[in-house]
C-alpha cells in the first residue's frame, strides 16, 4: 500500500532547529537518571521502500538491514537519495508536503509508520543529527542538552538534570571541553564543538538508533576526528546509521556499507550492500569498486 507522507527531494534541505530534538520519555523523578534501566540495543530493517515525490520517483524497492549495536553507513554519489532514505527511517518526511512512500520501517519489528503507531514514538527512538549543527544559540550549553526536556514539560530534579548534562556530554565527547563552562552559549562553541553538543542534545533522549547526516562534512580533520571516536563509542548502546561522502571515513568507522546509486533519469537504489572490509577490498559489483576507488562520484 502506498501511504502519503511529506518528504523532500533535496539532500540538504534547511530544518528549524527544534524538529532536530525528539520528545523525551518521561522519567520517574524518585529516580536517579543514572539508574533509570538501560534500553535494549535496536534492529532497524527497510523493507522495499520505494519513495515519489509528486510523479517523480526517487528510490525504487530499497531493503536494509541495519544491525544492533552497528554502524552502517551509506554511500554513494549526490542524488542518489541517501539522505532521502535516511529521513524515511525517522518520519522526518512528514515535515515537508508533497511525497508518497510506500514500504515499512521496522524497529525491532514493528513497522513505525503503522497508523496505530504514533510520531512522537518513533522520535522519541530515533534520534537525528544533522550535516550543519544547530544548537540552539541563545540558550547555555547546559540548557541545549536540556532543551528535549524542557520544550515537552519533564520534570526532573535538579541534581537529575545535572547528572543527565554531565551523562550525556560524556558520551558526547564534549564534557571536559565544557564542564567549567556549562552556562556559556552553545552558539559560542566552535563548529566540531557545536556537532557534539548537537550529538550530546540527541542522546537525552534515550534514541535506540542515531541517525547522522554526514556530520562531519563542515568539520576540519581534527574535529572529524574526534566525532568519528564519539561515534565508535556510542555503537556500543545505540545503532547508528550515517550518511558519508568521505569514503575514508566509512572505511574507518562503520561495520557495513549500503552503496547507493541512480542512474540517469532513474531512481535510487542500493547496488551492493555488506561487510565494510569485504565492500572496499573485494565488492561485487564494479561500480562499487570505481566508486570506492573514487573513479566517480
Not at 231 to 258: F, P
Request: charged residues 25%; negative net charge; hydrophobic residues 40%.
Amino acid at each position: 500500500m502506498t501511504t502519503p507522507i511529506d518528504a523532500n527531494p533535496i539532500d540538504d534541505w534547511p530544518i528549524d532547529d527544534t524538529t532536530a530534538i525528539a520528545p523525551v520519555p518521561r522519567l520517574d523523578p524518585a529516580i536517579p537518571v543514572d539508574a533509570a534501566p538501560a534500553t535494549a540495543l535496536a534492529e532497524l530493517e527497510a523493507r522495499e521502500i520505494t519513495a515519489w515525490f509528486g510523479n517523480h520517483k526517487v528510490l525504487d524497492r530499497v531493503s536494509l538491514t541495519m544491525p544492533a549495536g552497528g554502524i552502517t553507513a551509506l554511500i554513494g554519489p549526490s542524488g542518489c537519495g541517501k539522505s532521502t532514505f535516511l529521513r524515511i527511517l525517522n518520519r522526518m518526511h512528514e515535515l515537508v508536503p508533497s511525497a508518497r512512500l510506500a514500504g515499512e520501517v521496522l524497529l525491532d519489528g514493528e513497522d513505525i509508520y503503522d497508523p496505530g503507531k504514533r510520531l512522537i514514538d518513533a522520535r522519541r527512538s530515533i534520534g537525528m543529527v544533522f550535516q550543519k549543527p544547530n544548537p540552539f544559540p541563545a540558550m547555555s550549553i547546559r540548557e541545549n542538552v536540556l532543551a528535549g526536556l524542557k520544550l515537552t514539560g519533564t520534570k526532573m530534579r535538579g541534581s537529575d538534570k545535572d547528572l543527565l548534562v554531565e551523562s550525556c556530554l560524556v558520551k558526547g565527547g564534549l564534557w571536559n571541553e565544557v564542564k567549567d563552562r556549562l552556562d556559556a552559549p552553545g552558539g559560542g562553541l566552535s563548529g566540531g564543538q557545536q556537532q557534539r553538543l548537537c550529538i550530546a542534545r540527541s542522546l537525552a533522549i534515550r534514541p535506540r538508533v542515531l541517525l547522522m547526516d554526514e556530520p562531519c562534512s563542515a568539520l576540519d580533520p581534527t574535529s572529524t576526528r574526534v566525532i568519528e571516536e564519539t561515534m565508535l563509542d556510542l555503537a556500543r548502546e545505540v545503532t547508528i546509521v550515517i550518511v558519508t561522502h568521505n569514503m575514508q571515513q566509512a572505511a574507518r568507522v562503520s561495520d557495513q556499507c549500503a552503496f547507493f546509486l541512480a542512474a540517469q533519469g532513474q531512481p535510487g537504489v542500493i547496488v551492493e550492500h555488506g561487510d565494510t572490509t569485504a565492500m572496499f577490498q573485494g565488492p561485487q559489483d564494479p561500480r562499487t569498486y570505481d566508486y570506492v576507488n573514487g573513479r566517480f562520484g
